[in-house]
Structure formats: C-alpha cells, structure tokens
C-alpha cells in the first residue's frame, strides 16, 4: 500500500509512485544502491543511482520528520495542551520549519519576560490590548497593579504586557514564516575584518568590507566568510532593512489607530529587534550554511568520483620513485599484481656523483625486471626527478607523473602497516605512487577521500553529511567498476554491495586458508555471508579463469540459467555464445521476457556476454608536462601548456602544469561559451591545453585559460554570454534556499 511519504517523494521528484514504492520497499529489505540500479531494473522502471539515492535521503528525511512529530505531540501532550486542533496542526505539517513554528509557544524555555508577565497575572491585559478596541489604556493598567506580585504602577502593568504580546509575535507561526522568506529573499550577508587582524587576515582580504545578496552567494564564498568569522579574522552578520520584514507582520497585528494599537506596535517593534530578528538570522544562517555545505558537498563527491575512476594504467611490471631532494628518492620495483619485489634510495640531485650512481641503478632494476612504466610523485623534486628519468633515453618504458596526495596519509596508516610491516613510510609511500598508476580505485580506497586533494571546504561543511556521501561515491565506483575476488584488498572488498568491512575482512581470511576462489557459488562457504550477503555482492565480483564462464562477467548468478537457457536453444556452449558476435545475434530476446525479467536486463546480459568484465573506466594515454618549465619562475604570461585538471570547485578549476603549484582556470576562463557549472566542461585528471594569464610569485598564484583564439567575429550573443558570466554569481541559491527552508527546516 502506497504511503503518504511516498506519494510526496513521487510528486517531489517527478517519479511515478510505484517506483518510489518499490524502490523503498527494496531498501527496506537491505538492497544496496548500486544493486537495485544494476539488477532490478525492471522493479525500479530503470531507474538510476542519483535517482534511488534521491528517493532514499527524501524518504529518511521524512521519517524523521515523523520521529520529530511524535516527539512533539507527546511534549504538548504531557502539559496537558494538546487539543484536537493543534494535533491534526502538527500532524499535517509538511516541513520541519512549520512544526517547530508549531511547537514554539509550547517548547519548554528558560524563564523569559513575557513569563514573568505572565506571572504578575498581566495576560489579561495583554489580551485586551491585543483587541485594540477604543479604551483608556491608563485606567485598564490600573486596574491590573498588585503589590503582592510586585506590579507597581500603570506603565509596570503594560510593560509586562507588551513583553507578553512581543512572545506571542515571536512565536506566530505564520510571522515566522514571512520572516524567513522575506530575509532569504531580501537579506544580505555582511562581512568586515576584526579591527586590529587586517595582517593576519590577509587571505580574506575580499571580504574586509563586503556585502552579497543571500540569494545570490555562491558557497565557496560562504564558507570562506565563515572559515574567517571561525578563525575570529572577520565579523560576519545577516543584514535586511526593518522596512522589509515589519509591514508584513504590522498588518497582521495591527488592526487600528489608538492607544491600545500603540501599545501593540510598541510590542511588534521590540519583538522583532530583541526577538524575532535574532531568532531568525540564527536560523537562516543555519539555512544558507547548509545549502553551501550541500553544494561543496557535491562538488567533492563528483571531484572524488572522477578521481576514483580515473583511468587505470594496468598490470605492467612498475618503477615507483617518491622523488626527494636532500633525503633522495625512494625507488620501489613492483610487480604487474603490484607486489612489492624492490625497494632503494637513490640520489640524483646530490651532484654529479649521485646522479652517475643513480642512473646506473635506474637502468639495472629496469633490466632486471623488465620494468614496462616508470611512475614518479608531482611532489617536491618530482619535475627535477622526472627530468632526470627521461634524460636516461629508456625506451620501453613509459615514464608518468603521478598525483601523490594522500600518499603520505596511506604511508602512515594501519592499512600500510599491515601491509608492510618490515617497511619504513618511505617504501609504503613509494607503492602507493607506484599502485595508483596501476589502478586509481584500488588503491585510493584504502585513503580517507578527504585527504587526497580534490575538496572545497571539506573540513568546514557537515563532517557526517560529508562522509555519507563520499561512503555513497566510493561504493558507486567500486561496484561500476567490479573487482576481482582473489586479489582484492579488504579495503576495496568493504564498498562491495552488501560485505562491508566485517565480511571483507572474512572473505581475505578465506581466502589465507583455502587459497583462491574457483567460483562465485564458493563464496557461499565463506562464515557469516549469508544468503542476501551473496546475492548483493555476487555480481559485482569478478574471478578470471574460474569454473563457469559468466564468473568472470557482472551477469548475476541468478540468470545463469536463463544464459545456459540461450545457449542451449541455439545449439552451443556458453562460451560460444560469449565469443561469437553473429551468435548472439541470433538470440530472440523476446523469448526469454518473464514476470522477473524484462528487456533491460535482457539486453545487459547480451551486452555483458559480448565484453564480460568490461572495464567501464577510460583508455589510459601517458603524459608529459612541457620540457623546461619546472617552477613558477620558469612561466611567461601567453605561455601555452598541457596540464593536469586537479581539482574542481563551482569558481572554476585548478589545473596541474608542473610548476609545483596549480594554476586556477576561472569559471569565466574554461570555455569561450557560458558556464554554469565546470563539471561540464571539465573532469578530475583530465589531460587540457591552458594558456598563463597571470603569475603572481609573491602569492604563489598562477592565472590560467582554456579560451581560445575565436578566428570568426563573435556573435553579440556569445559576448553577452560572457559578460554574464563575468557579473552573475556562481550559482544562483534563491530557489534552493527556499526549497532547503521548506523541506529541510
């Protein structure tokens, strides 16, 4: 039966109520993300990852919303306020936002003005006042003066009186409500240093005196003003004119012109400015915090993605150097499996001497072990070592600068200790170079994705929100992409759907004890993986050479027999089906359509049987930065280089040209068209041609250029769309705030 959190979250997402009804029905069972979006495509109406992840967050947000009502209604209950009126009023809100303005009044609070009015019995007066009816508001204060409750005198009585009304104000619902929408509309942030902190405040200096629209800041911004606010370098408010906010809640407070409407707009003044103001710049900034935290968010787990799925190098016999200038450069020989066979030091840039030593035992591990590619850390000395390695003419093997981030992290971590246990963090660091050439994904799981290079504020924004979606990224690339079952470390074993690292760590046990796995069905042997385990997790594991077939292919065990079924009605063997190509045409899928099974994974099986295991990353292509330009000092305005995009971040993104220091491609600067957002244009380890605009030495900052030479006049078209993207904010968060207001609040 259909729920009502359901029939939101179709209508929400514009997905039919059956497919947010059985995708929840799925995930309630224990399915994980990339196992519905694989194989039960013909529940979900194919519907994707983004598109099951977006239907799971919306529905745990609702039922928290439901967690948060129960909590509610029982409070009200147990002070004996709940009435039937204000029951269906929190059981129908919609948002958090509403049913927190509904609890408000009723939220056990310190005590307050307005409730030691309440005590000296001046509700009444409050109430009457509120009524603004014609009336000598002096005698009627009179009348409410009582010694005993320390209510001395007329203008006492309607002090505490307009504290009452100024509470009550506060805590409208529907105040709240054109509060909130008017200052996300209308208000602005406000930014000034610390007086006094301009030096140690230097790096903010954008925002020593700064203004910006909330609707409109884009959250790099944000969460820099915030980063300096935190630091104690910037002061940071939330600013909207009082002639924005006050006339909405004047006409619905203010009924009349006389001494009792005085009064009451002597209360609405003070609520606002004591109250109301400062209850809701507390909460909108809540509210933009969590939007720019929502986007940075976003932009690291699309930046860790492309990482992730970077294209791997493969099983090819490797030359690791972590390059060092003083210390020198640990040198590691590692097998096409990645094992580690060699490790030594050598000193190319320790004069004359070393560098003879150094080329001598270069080329004798290259002889020796065949070496096929030579990887070597962008770190420090990295261009000065790879200069050296390619002035050694070593034909057959192909030499490739690899991104070091996180290496150090890994080197020091119980993941490299047990690993190598007789190996310092030199070696450990020289390997986990040397492997993530080999295989970006195998080896940057076992790193905390936030230390490897690609965030925006990664450590200001929600560390729980945060992790959650890198968990959900890392799992997403590890099953696109398979693994095999007998050579897979615990690490990437973990993100398989339905192991975790407790069945991971199981699996390798296993593994130790009875050698390697013959087929997937042997998983089942395994302790404590029981059937759902296997089933979630059987697809995306690959065995080569294996006893059956579609072992090595991501065809889920569960449709072997219609495969077997195929084959047996053509006249051939599973391997004849899976090797010939005018075979497979013969398959009439329309035979083998049943209640389980639809055209979608009919036509995956077909095309899994054509590339079984297929590798759904990119060709690796080698790559060299230009000869000569090592360092900063080396750039000239107009210079033209190939680079290493690095990073990404919604202003634009940092791009790799071996100088020691990223340049920044400005959102402005990636195409010669409008760009909203840079993911469109670029991606995490892509190889682009930039051209040096600016070099500033002092501040280690280089200015970058994907634009280029236009050899046609431009269009007015073309050159208004760069002047929008010149003046218009990186990302327009007006509707977002408001949606994020509605849904989250």
Known sequence: MMTTHEIIVSKELSISEKQVHTTMSLLDEGATVPFIARYRKELTG????????????????????????????????????????????????????????????????????????????????????????????????????????????SEEALAGARDIIAEQIAEDANVRAHARKTILNKGQFVSRVVPGKEEAALKYKDYFEWSENLKDAPSHRVLAMRRGEKEELLYLDIDVAEGEVLPGIEKQYIKGSNAASDQVSLALQDSYKRLLKPSMETEVRVLTRQKADEEAIKVFADNVRQLLLAAPLGQKRLLAIDPG???????????????????????????????AEAERIVRNLVDTYAIEAIAIGNGTAGRETEDFVRKLNLPKATIVMVNESGASIYSASPVAREEFPDHDVTVRGAVSIGRRLMDPLAELVKIDPKSIGVGQYQHDVDQNKLQSALDDTVMSCVNSVGVELNTASKQILSYISGLGPALAQQIVNYRKENGPFSSRRELK??????????????????????????????????????????????????????????????????????????LPTLNDILLELAKPGLDPRDKFEAFSFTEGV????????????????????????????????????HLSQLANHYVSD????????????????????????????????????????????????????????????????????
């Open 630 to 665: 090592n360092a900063i000092g080396d750039l000239k305005v107009g210079m033209k280089l190939p680079g290493i995009v690095t990073n990404i971040t919604n202003f634009g993104a940092f791009v790799d040209i071996g100088v020691h220091q990223d340049g920044l491609v």
């Open 46 to 153: 194919s519907l994707d990852e983004v598109q099951i992840t977006a239907i799971r967050d919306r529905m745990q947000q609702l039922r928290e919303l439901d967690k948060r009502k129960e909590a509610v209604l029982k409070s009200i209950g147990d002070q004996g306020k709940l009435t039937p009126e204000l029951e269906l009023q929190v059981k129908t809100a919609e948002t958090m936002s509403a049913l927190e303005d509904i609890y408000l009044p009723f939220k056990p609070k310190r005590k307050t003005r307005a409730s030691v009015a309440r005590e000296k019995g001046l509700q009444g007066l409050a109430d009457q006042l509120l009524n603004q009816e014609k009336m000598d508001v002096e005698a009627l204060a009179e009348t409410f003066i009582n010694a005993d409750l320390s209510v001395n005198s």
């Open 678 to 745: 840079p993911h469109e244009v670029v991606k995490v380890q892509q190889q682009v041609m930039v051209t040096v605009t600016e070099i500033d030495e002092k501040r280690n900052r280089i200015g970058l250029t994907m634009k280029t030479e236009e050899k046609a006049p431009r269009k007015h078209a073309d050159k208004r769309a760069d002047r929008r993207q010149e003046k218009a904010p990186e990302t327009d968060m007006a509707a977002k705030l408001a949606a994020l207001a509605s849904k989250f609040k």
């Open 325 to 355: 200038f003083r210390t020198g450069c640990k040198t590691v020989v590692l097998d096409a499996q990645g094992n580690l066979l060699e490790n030594t030091a050598i000193f190319p840039h320790n004069g004359a001497g070393g560098a």
């Open 525 to 598: 042997k395994v302790p404590r993986l029981g059937d759902k385990a296997f089933e979630q997790a059987a697809g995306f594991l690959r065995i080569r050479n294996a006893e059956h077939p579609l072992d090595s292919s991501a065809v889920h065990p569960e449709r072997y027999a219609l495969v077997e079924k195929m084959a047996k009605d053509l006249g051939v063997s599973i391997q004849e089906l899976m090797k010939d190509e005018q075979v497979r045409k013969q398959v009439d899928l329309k035979k083998y359509i049943s209640e389980e099974v639809g």
